[in-house]
């Protein structure tokens, strides 16, 4: 008797199709914008692509972002690492279940107990709690997070690409509202230091540092670039944002920063705030924070860190992403980023 497939064998070839081919469309999408401005890719750096596709990674669906990375370098590197083999290879085998945990606000002070973390109160399953996980009541919610401070921010858990996140202050606070958006934390207003105000003062930009731990357990940053929103943003969008790579030695800013459309700019379209030759302040105190607190959780392999550094010049790091953070960016304009790590034979087992 034949061996019938079972019908979870065929949801779950469904799912990795449909999760290979929405990438597929995406990168050459965005392959498309590119060569708008830069002309078409040489036909050879796609054959390449497809050539180190089949034989590093298995398979040609791993390609397209491949030709993506190519377009920005203006080269094929070996060693690239394409977003959807990440996504579908490296999170599982590498995280588990375990990078969800960033998704999870209210997780934050057990896991890192640290004061980099701007908490002020958490909202988790109908209760208000503080960051030491005392029950809150509603009338003394508002004197808690208002301390000190006019204004806060409400993210809700799994906000992700800007979205989820929400601005009160004493006047227009309502607690219902609140309660309506779910589980999530309150986290105080960051005053960003006065470099990033000459970027964009509307919203608070985000270093974007991503580290990871190799066989041996231990921390190192792989890279980092700048997130800065555009003058109608109350905060950074992934729909709008600007990118601009950072020496993950140095601190300085690459000279061509990036736009939505993957264009390569030299300064910020709204304020002509000019990358090249720029340092950010205090980024030696950002590279510490991420691999001291990488330390807390080494097993989740990879973790990309949305931080700023605020008008004391000190850390403030806004939140987490265990699971799949982002690394096409810096793969297409710093990579390739993992080359030592052999992400490239996890495919095999």
């Known amino acids: 008797m034949k061996n019938l497939i079972k019908p979870k064998e065929i ?23 590119i060569e708008n401005v830069k002309g078409k890719t040489n036909l050879n750096l796609i054959k390449l692509a497809d050539e180190y596709a089949l034989d590093v ?3 040609q669906i791993y390609a397209p972002w491949l030709y993506v990375y190519s377009a920005i370098s203006g080269q094929f590197k070996e060693g690239w690492i394409p977003d959807n083999y990440y996504g579908k290879i490296v999170v599982p085998k590498l995280k588990g279940n375990y990078g969800i945990i960033g998704d999870f606000n209210g997780l934050t002070n057990r896991v890192f107990n640290s004061s980099y973390f701007p908490v002020k109160a958490y909202r988790i399953n109908n209760l208000w ?9 509603d009338q003394d919610l508002s004197d808690i997070i208002f301390e000190k401070s006019e204004k806060v921010v409400f993210k809700i858990d799994n906000s ?51 580290s990871v731990t190799n066989n041996e357990g231990k921390a190192s940053i792989r890279s980092c670039y700048l997130r800065v929103g555009r003058i109608e943003d109350s905060h950074v969008k992934s729909s709008s944002h600007i990118r601009i790579p950072i020496n993950v030695v140095t601190g300085e ?11 390569e700019i030299e300064s910020h379209p709204d304020s002509e705030f000019v990358f090249q030759d720029k340092i950010i302040p205090s980024f030696n105190k950002c590279i510490e924070a991420a691999l ?9 392999r990879s973790i990309g860190w949305d931080m700023i550094i605020d008008e004391n010049s000190e850390v403030q790091v806004m939140e987490w992403n265990g699971l799949h953070n982002d690394i096409k960016f810096s793969e297409a304009t710093q990579g390739p980023c993992f080359s030592d790590l052999g992400w490239e034979k996890l495919w095999k087992f």
């Open 11 to 33: 949801f779950d070839a469904y799912v990795r199709r449909k999760y290979h081919s929405n990438h597929k469309k995406i990168a050459l999408i965005t392959l498309k914008t």
């Open 57 to 59: 990674f298995g398979s």
């Open 129 to 137: 709690w503080t960051p030491q996980y005392q029950v809150i009541s």
């Open 160 to 210: 992700i690409q800007g979205k989820g996140v929400y601005f009160f202050d004493k006047n227009n606070f309502s607690l219902d509202k609140v309660k309506g958006l779910g589980n999530g934390v309150f986290q105080k207003f960051i005053k960003q230091h006065s470099f990033f105000n000459n970027i964009m003062s509307k919203s608070v930009a985000t270093i974007r540092i991503t």
């Open 253 to 263: 800013l690459n000279m061509f920063g990036y736009n939505t459309f993957w264009q």
């Open 292 to 300: 001291s607190l990488h330390e807390h959780i080494p097993f989740v």
